[in-house]
């Protein structure tokens, strides 16, 4: 498929994770995936400029982490956003890794011959110091803080980039979020949440200090939200030119000496941005899906069309694989994190409309192909004057079943149907 086929109509909605058993999961050195499509650039993208290689113009820059447990996670996210481009060979991704992960390099490249990307070690003891005790032990890893470091280790001559997590999944074409307009006073643009309690992501202590609580978001061009930093667009040049990872750091400086926030890496982005981010439409942060980061417990979903769906919660999908979340668990507590209407039939054969692919032994296929609204209320992004009905889904997790037998299974990209 090419860069000027338009994306799958809203009813064909992809979601391609990468499951492998607990067994397998654990297995050296790490899971191996099929060659994926090759998706070129159509009619209308911008032509490349000779030798420009990493500063050409035309590129839209996206930025995400990179490491073994989430792999799986990142190599769906990459594959979603290369299948809903409208201009595939005009993404360029920027990858912040551990030093010395050189199978990451070669996973990537194996499932992604094409794929335009550079990876930037980050040493973890960059943060280790910084870093405070936080709900979930998750939420402490490094990497975590790595997107704090975007703009020091990204080439200068990148002007911005969409930073992502790695468990997203795109289902529209991640260059309508590229060109979202950031004024002069703006650094990040990203979904605002304006309605959620934002007094309970920092403690009582921080709100009754007078030097701290109110004081700290004063003068600031809108009353402060909750942002959701899974998903931004980030202006490298005005992050560089503001210092803005040391501002970050700072706070993070002051949480090692005194409690002022729970969580991980998103209380330091709300104080220095909070009431400063220029909004983005929710679409792009169907974030939520996994539960809670506490009790994992499923949480409302937005209202509206979705663009991109993100399992910010603890409930990972390919941890719930791992744990056998595709069978009887999944019958037991259908829910927005694992939707799932009806019993999970695992077929014995690939179905005929799947992609042909020597990797491929057997397909298991999630049913139903239609799921009720109230289990998992999405709408996908619209591609018409006129919204669609009620979408059908189809969910592809791909597994290899004989990955009992091999070390690293090697699972197949899905594809919509």
């Known amino acids: 498929m090419g860069g000027a086929t338009p994306p799958m109509w809203p009813g064909l909605v992809l979601l391609a994770f990468f499951a492998a058993s607990a067994a397998s999961a654990s297995a050296s050195p790490l899971p191996r995936f099929a060659e994926a499509p090759q998706y070129r650039n159509g009619d209308g993208c911008p032509a490349a400029v000779a030798g420009a290689g990493v500063c050409d113009p035309g590129l839209v820059h996206i930025a995400m982490t990179l490491d073994a447990h989430y792999l799986r996670g990142s190599m769906a996210a990459i594959y979603s956003l290369l299948k809903h481009a409208s201009c595939p060979d005009s993404l360029f991704f920027h990858f912040l890794a551990a030093p010395s992960t050189p199978s990451l390099r070669t996973a990537l490249a194996a499932s992604f011959p094409s794929l335009r990307f550079q990876i930037y070690p980050f040493r973890p003891d960059a943060v280790t110091n910084l870093i405070s005790a936080s709900v979930r032990a998750a939420l402490e890893a490094p990497l975590n803080y790595a997107r704090n470091h975007l703009a020091d280790l990204l080439p200068k001559c990148v002007p911005r980039a969409i930073y992502l997590d790695s468990d997203v999944l795109a289902v529209d074409d991640v260059r309508r979020l590229w060109e979202t307009r950031l004024p002069a006073a703006a650094v990040v643009a990203a979904p605002e949440y304006c309605h959620a309690n934002f007094s309970r992501y920092f403690t009582d202590a921080f709100w ?3 030097g701290l609580g109110a004081r700290v978001f004063a ?16 202006d490298l040049r005005r992050w560089r030119s503001g210092n803005y990872r040391h501002r970050i750091e700072q706070w993070m400086e002051l949480q090692k000496e005194r409690r002022i926030y729970e969580l991980g890496s998103l209380p330091p982005f709300l104080l220095v941005f909070a009431g400063e981010v220029e909004a983005v439409d929710h679409r792009w942060n169907q974030h939520g899906l996994g539960g809670d980061n506490v009790l994992g417990s499923c949480r409302p979903l937005h209202k509206g069309p979705v663009s991109l769906m993100h399992w910010s919660g603890k409930g990972k999908p390919w941890d719930r694989l791992d744990a056998g979340w595709g069978g009887a668990k999944a019958r037991a507590r259908p829910g927005p994190s694992l939707p799932s209407a009806r019993p999970v039939v695992l077929s014995t054969r690939s179905p005929s409309h799947a992609p042909r692919n020597p990797f491929i032994r057997a397909s298991p296929l999630v049913s139903p192909t ?5 289990v998992f209320p999405i709408r996908t ?16 997790p791909f597994i290899h079943p004989a990955s009992h037998a091999i070390p690293g299974p090697r699972g197949a990209i899905g594809e919509s149907g």
């Open 370 to 374: 239609r799921l009720s609204s109230d």
């Open 208 to 210: 009754a200090d007078p």
């Open 381 to 396: 992004a619209k591609f018409g004057p006129v919204a669609p009905p009620v979408p059908r889904f189809r969910i592809w």
């Open 219 to 234: 003068g600031r061009r809108r009353p402060p939200c909750y942002f959701n930093t899974g998903v931004m667009v980030i």
